[in-house]
């Protein structure tokens, strides 16, 4: 799915109308922007959770989950903040989806 597909569904979910313009930085990008996203996250009440592959206390988190959204599983290599957001707008694009 192309990231302008992921927001329109996502945009459906929030209860936003996305206009015909190219999405840019003055534009609603929960996918590259962090206010963006904290927004929708709210708005959808999702719930993040960052997981590790091994068992040690103090891990660096390797994935980025969203709880109370089925199968959106975004792996960080090492953006934690790019793969939150992305984990966000994917858990919104499928709350979309699902919507008549």
Sequence with gaps: MS???????????????????TLDDDYWNPITDDG?????????????????NSHSNGAEPSRVTLHNVAGIV???????LA??????VRAAAEIGRRMP
């Design 3 to 21: 990231d302008r597909e992921l927001l329109e569904l996502a945009a459906k979910a929030a209860g936003y109308t996305l206009g015909s313009t």
């Design 74 to 80: 975004e792996q960080i290599d090492g953006d934690p």
């Design 36 to 52: 963006d996203a904290l927004r929708l996250m709210v708005r959808l009440r999702l719930e993040p959770r960052f997981l590790d």
């Design 83 to 88: 793969a939150t957001r992305r984990a966000i």
